[in-house]
């Protein structure tokens, strides 16, 4: 039985494709982008996250670390990543819940079984379930078992991708996919480089891969401003999606930073505190500026 990492699963959501949806995130990710709003799933195994604000300082945690790799520290506690085994008993005692553990693993069946309880709601508003992460699809065997058992059993399935990837891989898991939610966010090779860590070719190969196969395809562009929503690359993005085959709509995705605490928390640094979500205005302009090219554009977030 297949197994693999997630950290969260998410019930009733209704921006990650269409109708009522459970969105099921697994860990891992080959990017490593600026504005990342689950920094969580970038590394593929368990991570701890700490909040200074929510503890008490009990020490219980200390108590029960098996190798004893929890210090007090002169603010808060420090845990030694050297020592820790990533168990998880700390965040197990954790009243405060100032200790919590990102990702556990789960078989198929346990997901499976989770995405049912939903089925009524699925069922009603043409829903199902998405699957996000991370990249899905550095867990390819995973997200394969997943994907096949899903439409066995009828399920409705999207997937919420980067795009980096070999078509290998895609090509294998694709023909269980309804429907493709994939960022495009930005068409300079170098500067996408910059700001995510790997380069686009590999993305817009596949991006036209797919759209020539017929697949249904959502492209979803954050808007970062100062990063993403510049003239030059939203002129190039309407450019190259009007030039694929069907020409799939464009969701924009405005930029929030309410996943900086959780920089904190994993102790990493967060690279936009000073950025500020697109006005109204700016998420207008953009919008004219796609359609411009004969797309159809949604910019509800």
Known sequence: MASGIIFDIKKFSTHDGPGIRTTVFLKGCPLSCWWCHNPESQQISREKFYSISRCVICKECLAVCPENAIHEGEIGLY????????????????????????????????????????????????????????????????????LKT???????????????????????????????????????????????????????????????????????VPVIPGITDGKDNISAIGVFVAGLPFMPPIDLLPYHHMAASKYERLGKSYRLHDTRPPSEDSMARISDMLRGFGLTVNAEG
């Open 150 to 220: 899903c439409r066995n059993r009828q399920i409705h399935t999207a997937l919420d991708t980067s795009g980096f990837s070999t078509w290998n891989m895609l090509d294998r898991i694709r023909r269980y996919v309804d429907v493709f939610l994939f960022d495009l966010k930005l068409m300079d090779d170098e500067k996408h480089r910059r700001v995510t860590g790997v380069s686009n070719r590999m993305i817009l190969k596949n991006l036209i891969a797919l759209c020539s196969e017929g697949h249904r395809i959502r492209i979803r």
């Open 79 to 146: 845990t030694d990543p050297e020592k820790c085994l990533l168990c998880g008993s700390c965040a197990d005692v954790c009243l405060t819940e100032a200790c919590e553990m990102a990702g556990r693993e789960w078989t198929v069946e346990q997901v499976l079984a989770e995405i049912e309880k939903d089925t009524a709601f699925h069922d009603e508003s043409v829903g199902g379930v998405t699957f996000s992460g991370g990249e899905p699809l550095a867990q390819p065997d995973f997200l394969f078992a997943l």
